[in-house]
């Protein structure tokens, strides 16, 4: 069996668990501007001149949510999509929610192309979760346990690090992404506790001898100035170009955009036909946000948005 372990380092906050070989892996089960009733779905709401916020600093301000440049049924392994993430190069991965299996998407044509495994048998777990950091993959689950591993060939069981992060007494774990301004990992909750009138993102730095840092946090009483119910729970989270987060909640059918302190630049409703369950979120290399879709009543889903007229974007149809 080809695969390997590798050395994860994270912050002193996590206590790493011992590598665990594919071998040895068993199946175990381990998940104040905006007036509401003038915030249409579909349209993207920012403040203009309006609490110091400049307009330009919001990735989504110029999106079209009305328009959907394209949208693919997937097939039906795929029932239980999670979790996104692009690599350097462009390609885009997704994984189940039940089981530890990746697999490679075509973002162009939603094809679903190789998977393969995590454990020599299959590794089994509630996971929320996909970040992809240069040559390194890690998936979370909503206990907080963040598996560390190498992609694999088509079909091939990889060997992992296994590592806990000790969220799940205070965070019920819904989304992770890769922050590569403070090389850190950011982990959504969906539920806290105690619940604090807050949405939480906790910052995992990827360094073991990093300073630990502050979570991100969203004040549910400005959610609902955007027109967004305060009871926004997170299913996915992206990082932005321009060093924003984005979090979707597939719950509320809303996505927001957010700065590095919490402050909330954009939102805006999604349809709730077009999404029956957002459960993934990523942006890929030319900004297109892309959202993935649980079955939940229709088939599992895969979404692309852009900027503008979606028949003038290259390489994408309606």
Same mark, same amino acid.
């Given at each position: 069996?080809?695969?390997? /372990? +590798? $050395? @994860? $380092?994270? @912050?002193?906050?996590?206590?790493?668990?011992?590598?665990?070989?594919? &071998? #040895?892996?068993?199946?175990? $089960?381990?998940?104040?501007?905006?007036?509401?009733?003038?915030?249409?779905?579909?349209?993207?709401?920012?403040?203009?001149?309006?609490?110091?916020?400049?307009?330009?600093?919001?990735?989504?301000?110029? %999106? !079209?949510?009305?328009?959907?440049?394209?949208?693919?049924?997937?097939?039906?392994?795929?029932?239980?999509?999670?979790?996104?993430?692009? #690599?350097?190069?462009?390609? =885009?991965?997704?994984?189940?929610?039940?089981? $530890?299996?990746? *697999?490679?998407?075509?973002?162009?044509? @939603?094809?679903?192309?190789?998977?393969?495994?995590?454990?020599?048998?299959?590794?089994?777990? !509630?996971?929320?979760?996909?970040?992809?950091? *240069?040559?390194? %993959?890690?998936?979370?689950?909503?206990?907080?346990?963040?598996?560390?591993?190498?992609?694999?060939?088509?079909?091939?069981?990889?060997? %992992?690090?296994?590592?806990?992060?000790?969220?799940?007494?205070?965070?019920?774990?819904?989304?992770?992404?890769?922050?590569?301004?403070?090389?850190?990992?950011?982990?959504?909750?969906?539920?806290?506790?105690?619940?604090?009138?807050?949405?939480?993102? *906790?910052?995992?730095?990827?360094?073991?001898?990093? #300073?630990?840092?502050?979570?991100?946090? +969203?004040?549910?009483?400005?959610?609902?100035?955007?027109?967004?119910?305060? &009871?926004?729970?997170?299913?996915?989270?992206?990082? #932005?170009? =321009?060093?924003?987060?984005?979090?979707?909640?597939?719950?509320?059918?809303?996505?927001?955009?957010?700065?590095?302190?919490?402050?909330?630049?954009?939102?805006?409703?999604?349809?709730?036909?077009? *999404?029956?369950?957002?459960?993934?979120?990523?942006?890929?290399?030319?900004?297109? /946000?892309?959202?993935?879709?649980?079955?939940?009543?229709?088939?599992?889903?895969?979404?692309?948005?852009?900027?503008?007229?979606?028949?003038?974007?290259?390489?994408?149809?309606?």
């Amino acid at each position: 069996m080809r695969g390997f /372990i +590798i $050395a @994860a $380092a994270l @912050a002193a906050a996590c206590e790493a668990a011992p590598e665990v070989p594919a &071998s #040895t892996a068993q199946d175990t $089960a381990l998940e104040s501007s905006w007036p509401a009733a003038t915030t249409p779905s579909g349209s993207v709401a920012a403040p203009r001149q309006k609490s110091g916020i400049d307009e330009r600093t919001a990735f989504l301000v110029d %999106f !079209d949510f009305d328009e959907r440049i394209w949208y693919r049924d997937l097939p039906g392994r795929l029932n239980e999509v999670s979790g996104l993430a692009f #690599t350097a190069d462009g390609r =885009l991965f997704a994984h189940d929610d039940e089981r $530890a299996r990746v *697999h490679e998407i075509d973002p162009e044509t @939603a094809e679903v192309g190789k998977r393969f495994d995590l454990g020599e048998e299959l590794v089994r777990g !509630d996971f929320e979760g996909l970040a992809i950091v *240069h040559d390194r %993959f890690f998936l979370i689950t909503s206990t907080g346990l963040l598996y560390e591993f190498r992609e694999g060939a088509d079909r091939e069981n990889v060997l %992992f690090r296994l590592t806990n992060t000790n969220l799940a007494d205070r965070c019920e774990v819904e989304g992770l992404d890769y922050d590569s301004e403070i090389d850190a990992l950011l982990v959504a909750c969906k539920t806290t506790a105690p619940e604090r009138g807050l949405v939480v993102l *906790h910052r995992l730095p990827l360094e073991s001898d990093a #300073t630990p840092l502050p979570d991100l946090t +969203i004040r549910r009483a400005d959610l609902e100035a955007w027109g967004i119910d305060r &009871s926004f729970a997170p299913s996915g989270v992206a990082v #932005t170009p =321009l060093g924003t987060v984005l979090v979707v909640s597939g719950r509320d059918d809303a996505l927001i955009e957010v700065d590095r302190d919490g402050r909330v630049l954009a939102a805006v409703e999604l349809r709730g036909g077009r *999404h029956p369950q957002s459960e993934g979120l990523a942006i890929g290399p030319d900004g297109i /946000i892309y959202i993935s879709d649980e079955r939940n009543g229709k088939e599992p889903r895969l979404t692309a948005y852009g900027i503008g007229d979606p028949e003038t974007t290259e390489g994408f149809s309606s």
